[in-house]
């Protein structure tokens, strides 16, 4: 019973994180029809925001020292600038070009962000001691779970329902559900595109920041290459749920988290160190069963 | 007054020209009927006005600036309100959320509501559906919707495309009383594309016949509809096929 209890928070905390991934990446397709391989960078770039440039092996802690009640709000302004930013100096160029265009643009923008951080901070790995007591366990139901995986459940699901409220309650909300499902029609309505767009990024900027600091508590080291791999199962997610479906995405985040980690524990051992082969072809039969993602939005149709 | 001034426009989609040198002036008040057989450019004009399509030549004026190379969103905001072809209702918005789109950039919230309540009073459907949908809705509620929805932004012209297009006689008749009630009540000005020539005859009003992407003909609606001229231009001959 306790272990299947610790199954089932691995399998959320995993989850959570692929879930605010996958979010961030929908929430700019769906207004954009752009796929934002840059997401990635935008959490390493979150992570190295908090250190003060340096070469050393040694992390030298900058704005990681601030309180949390500061630190974290200004790591989200710095996800969120420099999301917009991108989308101000970057995407608004090539905003009526084909979705292909795009997506190269925002490899590369992904390439001048890490090389960034690369010539700044070197391509070493340093270490951060950031909220390191939160890696205590507590104990739920007999299980001992440790405090930060239950500090990023708790965190992702309010972010989800802070972000449902904001999409269904707020004029800004409305604004960008109607621009995601047809752009067009939205700005004849007097929806300013702009606008719509740069709160994508923001929201997005943030969400990345999010993880971003979830990543770096629980690896506890701050590398130019952490937010590759989550960008990648971040944006299999969005595939799989259904490009531009909010809740698709979410869903196939936690999908995803669950299936690894059950994969884990189930796969015999000396199977075990292939488990991404696993969890990928799971990823194939899913596709191979709905092509277009599990939740296919009305939006998916092609667009004038 | 001249509310809009569409000059000499031309607009092409990649090596197809769709408009050649297109000319209309609108004045406040007035119903101006857009007819013309399927290819002949009725769309894409109306296109063209609301900013969705940039004109490679000619001008647009609207209420006396000049809005060609505009975004869609700055014309919305001047007044001009368009109910594009195909019923854009956004199916995974509810009907309420829909009607509410167009109030965004309006500032008379008080008026904004009382229009809201003049939207559900012609189309009672969408009252008792109002927390629905959009997409569960049928063709000619859609239809509803989005004529309801451009009512709402409040506009000085309202620009229909195939307003007749899946709705009912019944209600065919009701969208254009109502749409002339506003004309007489709160003086909107109509621009209406239809591909029959029938309707215009029935409400008057002027009428132009759009042949090739450009204007072949104008004059008084009734008066045109019931001319041999209106036969030729849609057939390539006379009624008595000479």
Redesign the interface.
């Known amino acids: 019973m306790t272990e299947i209890l610790q199954v089932v928070f691995d399998a959320l905390s995993l989850g959570s994180l692929y879930a605010l991934g996958a979010l961030g990446i929908a929430l700019i397709f769906g207004v954009m029809r752009l796929v934002n391989f840059a997401h990635g960078d935008t959490m390493a770039f979150c992570v190295f925001a908090m250190l003060w440039p340096s070469v050393d092996a040694a992390a030298i802690v900058f704005a990681g020292n601030l309180p949390a009640w500061l630190l974290i709000p200004f790591i989200l302004a710095v996800g969120a600038g420099l999301s917009v930013l991108s989308e101000i100096i970057v995407f608004r160029r090539f905003r009526n070009t084909n979705p292909a265009t795009m997506m190269i643009a925002s490899f590369a923008l992904g390439f001048v962000i890490r090389y960034f951080l690369l010539m700044l901070y070197s391509s070493r790995p340093k270490s951060i001691d950031l909220w390191s007591n939160l890696g205590l366990p507590v104990e739920i139901l007999g299980a001992r779970i440790p405090l930060l995986q239950v500090i990023t459940i708790v965190t992702a699901i309010a972010i989800l329902i802070a972000l449902t409220f904001f999409l269904k309650r707020t004029?800004f909300g409305?604004?960008m559900?109607?621009a995601a499902?047809?752009f067009?029609?939205?700005?004849?309505?007097?929806?300013?595109?702009n606008r719509v767009i740069m709160l994508a990024f923001a929201l997005s900027g943030m969400l990345a920041a999010a993880v971003a600091l979830i990543l770096v508590t629980q690896t506890g080291t701050a590398d130019i290459q952490m937010g590759g791999n989550i960008m990648l199962i971040a944006f299999i997610a969005t595939v799989i749920g259904g490009l531009g479906s909010l809740p698709g995405a979410v869903f196939a985040g936690f999908l995803i988290g669950a299936i690894a980690t059950v994969m884990q524990v189930v796969l015999p051992p000396e199977a075990r160190p292939f488990r991404d082969a696993f969890v990928y072809a799971a990823v194939i039969a899913t596709l191979i069963w709905r092509p277009n993602g599990i939740f296919m939005?009305?939006?998916a149709k092609q667009r004038v | 007054m001249t509310l809009l001034s569409v000059n000499d426009i031309t607009v092409r989609y990649g090596r197809l020209t769709a408009l050649r040198g297109a000319s209309l002036t609108l004045n406040e008040g007035e119903i101006l009927f857009v007819t013309g057989p399927n290819g002949a450019g009725k769309s894409t004009l109306m296109k063209a006005i609301a900013g969705v399509v940039k004109p490679v030549g000619g001008s647009i004026a609207f209420r006396g600036e000049t809005i060609s190379g505009r975004s869609p969103e700055d014309i919305a905001r001047m007044g001009f309100s368009m109910v594009p072809e195909g019923r854009e209702v956004f199916g995974s918005l509810t009907i309420e959320e829909n009607l509410r789109l167009g109030i965004g950039m309006r500032a008379d919230r008080d008026q904004a509501a009382r229009d809201l309540e003049m939207v559900y009073s012609i189309f009672p459907v969408l009252l008792s559906r109002r927390h629905q949908h959009a997409g569960a809705l049928s063709g000619g509620q859609q239809q509803m919707l989005v004529i309801g929805r451009a009512l709402m932004a409040g506009p000085k012209l309202i620009a229909i495309d195939e307003p007749s297009l899946g709705l009912a006689p019944k209600v065919i008749d009701d969208v254009y009383q109502t749409l002339v009630k506003l004309r007489d009540t709160i003086g909107l000005t109509l621009l209406i594309v239809e591909q029959s020539a029938t309707r215009a005859k029935l409400t008057g009003g002027r009428m132009i016949l759009m042949r090739s992407g450009e204007v072949a003909l104008e004059g008084d609606a009734r008066e045109l509809a019931s001319s041999d001229a209106l036969k030729q231009a849609y057939f390539g001959y006379g009624e008595h096929g000479k």
Do not use: D, F, I, Y
């Open positions: 004029r409305l604004e559900r109607a499902e047809n067009t029609m939205a700005r004849m309505l007097g929806v300013r595109a939005p009305k939006s």
